[in-house]
């Protein structure tokens, strides 16, 4: 028996009759020509929950596009947007309609009505097999009846859907089946989730956030760098936490370890408040765990050569007597001369004290159980880059050479570039937290995080500079010819050939690099092969950027970049039903409407039904049984 025939064998399994296989024919043919779903973009979420949540529930404005789409002409602005916020929020809006006194049977039936023409519109496109599925459980059978409905010519089925109605009214249901049908329509409007990268740092609430994407039906996560150095923390490599710490510490975040995740920083600050007495104990503690870890990233890169950083090991540099460091031939004044454990003649040795620290903290991230769920995850779900209906995600840069060809790193002693360069990433990332007890995995997820040639960074980071040298013209950091070339079509073009996407109609989806919108940058590049959607979720980032965040829509009509303006509050979008102010911009309609056979799963199903039809000759010619 050859493997042709073992396969349709065990594929008959499945499908015992020709019947079965027939139905099964049937079936995935008409799910090819259903519209494609909904994709939604962002990244650079950077732990602003509220912001992430509230784009989150109203899918970057397609829930109100639908409630326009229906309403418009019916309702008044007020009415529609009084819809949408009872979608995004519907336990707090219905505690404020309580409370208003507005929750009459009038207002019940009216909303109920409201809400089910929403659900029935986005269920259009998908299946009712795939619908059901999305359905939740305590209301599944009466959703599925109402989104369902028929007309008929005596309205039987109108009549029978208000009586189900005005039992659920009566018998004082309707907040459990408002709720249920909110998130339906949430969950009907973006069929699948990309995050492309860098859920961690600045915000505080990175944890909320994994949380809910926890939740989530269908989603892929790309690695940023902020994601490996947590990443890197959880698999115990010792640079990568005090990196996460120093960060914290600078963005006064200390709760989202201590609160959060139960990681203790008391025997740090116990021990910077005994060698730096004069500073504010937050600031000492900041000094401390800056000088542990530029003495763990000398030893690390004295480990490794290869990664090609020994400019990075300043401690050797600094003429404690003059108080000045050489940096790339360059002198400067250091901006303090307190650096009681570093030992002139070994600086990069830990003292007792700091290794007692270090150890402890160690332990601490290798043994908090939410945060190991919480990274567990993004291994499970993500990956360095994904190609998705022809589209290629990343989150920082190809690295190129000057001249914008692939530029080589060679590790392991094997020369790496392009695709490859990533599958080895990813690979190894895989390794550390697999294989904790490996050196040389932990040390490349901290090379992942900051290294000159790493494609999570795409910069030479100057930490060392920035912390301890006043002259601001040390702190430059030059970032990979990427960020010059991704602007040319060609250089685009090569990179998705490189990653093996081959169709004209194919993108780049990057973030990582905020848009500077305030000055005069754009998120769509190089004639639209590139579109960059990081604009600042962070409030740090908003004088800069000029916006809020970008993020990107790709439905069956085309891709649409939507900028954001600053998030207010859930309190103000409840009260006053202020939305998101955003824009949208359609940069790509596709002249035919994209549907499933266009996309990854349809080339899967149209595989599968080659299959079911050879398993269809095989029965009818008797050759499987």
């Known amino acids: 028996m050859n493997y042709e025939e073992k396969y349709l064998q065990l594929l008959a399994e499945k499908y015992p009759t020709a019947q079965d296989v027939c139905r099964e024919i049937i079936n995935s043919n008409a799910i090819l020509n259903l519209p494609k779903g909904t994709e939604h973009f962002m990244s650079d979420i950077h732990g ?370 392009g695709k490859s360069y990533f599958d080895y990433a990813d690979k190894m990332a895989r390794k550390a937290f697999s294989d904790r007890e490996n050196q040389d995995y932990l040390d490349f997820m901290w090379y992942l995080w900051c290294g000159k040639k790493s494609p999570l960074s795409g910069r030479n980071m100057k930490t060392f500079e920035r912390t301890f040298i006043k002259d601001k013209s040390a702190w430059k950091e030059e970032v990979n010819p990427y960020y010059t070339f991704y602007y040319d079509p060609k250089v685009c073009n090569m990179i998705l050939r490189e990653f093996e996407i081959y169709s004209p109609v194919s993108h780049i989806i990057n973030g990582h690099t905020p848009v500077k919108t305030v000055q005069g940058e754009e998120a769509v590049r190089a004639g639209g092969k590139v579109i960059v959607i990081d604009g600042g979720f962070c409030e740090d980032y908003h004088e800069t950027t000029g916006i809020a965040g970008y993020t990107l829509i790709f439905n069956s009509h085309g891709m649409r970049i939507k900028a954001h303006q600053p998030f207010t509050s859930v309190q103000k979008v409840l009260e006053e039903n202020i939305d998101i102010e955003s824009s949208s911009s359609t940069f790509e309609t596709e002249k035919k409407r994209l549907m499933v056979a266009d996309t990854d799963d349809g080339k899967r199903i149209a595989n599968h039904i080659e299959d079911l039809e050879k398993l269809l000759s095989a029965y009818r010619s008797n050759a499987v049984d």
């Open 48 to 417: 602003e929950y509220e912001a992430f949540c509230h784009i989150m529930n109203n899918c970057s404005g397609v829930i109100k596009e639908k409630v326009d789409l229906l309403f418009s002409d019916r309702l008044s602005e007020r009415e529609r947007q009084e819809i949408c916020t009872l979608v995004y929020y519907p336990r707090e809006k219905l505690a404020l309609v309580h409370e208003a006194g507005q929750d009459d049977p009038d207002w019940y039936r009216m909303t109920l009505n409201e809400l089910i023409e929403i659900a029935k519109l986005l269920s259009s496109k998908y299946t009712r097999s795939k619908v059901r599925k999305a359905l939740p459980k305590e209301f599944g059978y009466i959703i599925d009846e109402l989104i369902h409905a028929q007309s008929d010519e005596d309205d039987n089925q109108v009549l029978y859907h208000e009586k189900i109605l005005d039992t659920i009214i009566r018998i004082d249901n309707c907040d459990a089946f408002i709720v249920a049908l909110a998130d339906l329509i949430k969950r009907l409007a973006v069929d699948h989730l990309h995050i492309v990268g860098d859920i961690f740092d600045r915000g505080s609430c990175a944890d909320r956030i994994l949380d809910l994407l926890l939740e989530h039906h269908s989603l892929d996560i790309e690695w940023g760098n902020h994601d490996i150095l947590w990443m890197g923390a959880a698999c115990g490599s010792t640079a990568c936490i005090a990196n996460v710490i120093r960060n914290n510490i600078k963005y006064h975040n200390m709760k989202i370890l201590e609160n959060k995740y139960g990681i203790s920083l008391l025997n740090l600050t116990l021990f910077a408040e005994k060698n730096y007495p004069e500073e504010d104990p937050m600031d000492a503690a900041y000094k401390a765990i800056s000088v542990i870890l530029f003495k763990l990233e000398g030893q690390l890169i004295a480990r490794h050569p290869e990664f090609g950083m020994d400019d990075r090991r300043l401690l050797h540099h600094i003429d404690f007597e003059a108080g000045e460091v050489a940096v790339e031939g360059h002198r400067y004044p250091l901006n303090t001369e307190d650096f009681p454990t570093v030992d002139a003649g070994d600086p990069y040795a830990l003292s007792k004290e700091e290794r007692a620290v270090v150890r402890e903290l160690k332990t601490a991230f290798c043994n908090s159980t939410r945060l190991q769920e919480h990274i567990q995850f993004l291994y499970d779900k993500g990956g360095m880059y994904l190609r998705y209906n022809n589209n290629l995600l990343y989150h920082g840069c190809v690295p190129l050479d000057s001249e914008g060809n692939l530029d080589t790193a060679v590790l392991d002693g094997v020369p790496r570039k």
